[in-house]
């Protein structure tokens, strides 16, 4: 079985820049997540959604960020227009959403750095 | 709101050698608590979480955690680590009725022969 597919895996682009980063969740995993990570820390999560609905977005900077999921299989995140601080590695992750405690599954990431 | 503090950045340990990788959380309500690993160049994987029941806690690799909450921690522990366990190691806490992980800094695991 397939796992979470993240591309482009590396992404260099120039400050004001847009960029956009794709994910494809597991099969039949309704809740999918996208993270931030920067260097040397733990990921954060920028937003949730439960099928095609966002259900927490409140740590996604809406100024820049933008993000959606039709159809409520893959999903893509924008950054537009990108800073030097946007620089980071982005992480989608999948579960079956099946309750708390439930497994998520992580891509391999989108490493991003604004110059 | 939840928090995870992981006390050291970086944990050196000779092959064979029993590791200790440290992990305190802060929360005003009843938590789940995770272990996640990311080898290198590879996305996070769960190696092993606390939902309920018993406070220890083992993963298939010989990996395992226990639940203190008088102390608010979830250590990790092996008896005996491998060259292959090399990576870095992810603590992680759930408020009970939210499927929101908060992720502490991370540890990053490195094996000598």
């Known amino acids: 079985e397939a796992g979470v597919v993240q591309s482009p895996r590396y992404k260099i682009i120039e400050k004001k820049q847009p960029v956009a980063f794709w994910c494809n969740p597991i099969?039949?995993?309704?809740?999918l997540y996208w993270y931030r990570q920067n260097l040397g820390q733990g990921p954060e999560l920028l937003i949730r959604?439960?099928?095609?609905?966002?259900?927490?977005d409140s740590q996604l900077p809406k100024d820049r960020f933008s993000a959606e999921r039709l159809k409520g299989v893959d999903s893509t995140l924008k950054i537009q227009p990108a800073e030097l601080g946007d620089s980071a590695v982005y992480l989608c992750?999948?579960?079956?959403?099946?309750?708390?405690?439930?497994?998520?599954?992580f891509g391999p990431g989108t490493r991003l750095t604004v110059t | 709101a939840q928090s995870v503090t992981q006390l050291d950045s970086q944990v050196p340990v000779f092959e064979e050698a029993p590791v200790e990788l440290r992990c305190n959380y802060s929360?005003?309500?009843?938590?789940?608590l995770f272990w996640y690993v990311q080898y290198p160049n590879q996305g996070l994987q769960l190696l092993l979480k606390y939902l309920s029941g018993s406070t220890l806690v083992e993963s298939i690799n010989g990996f395992e955690a226990e639940f203190n909450k008088s102390q608010t921690s979830f250590h990790l522990r092996k008896p005996s680590v491998h060259i292959s366990d090399t990576a870095e190691y992810f603590c992680a806490v759930s408020n009970q009725g939210a499927q929101k992980l908060v992720f502490g800094q991370g540890t990053r695991l490195t094996i000598n022969p």
């Open positions: 099969s039949g995993h309704n809740t």
């Open positions: 992750a999948s579960s079956l959403g099946l309750g708390v405690g439930s497994e998520q599954y």
């Open positions: 959604y439960e099928n095609e609905e966002a259900v927490d």
């Open positions: 929360s005003s309500v009843s938590v789940y």
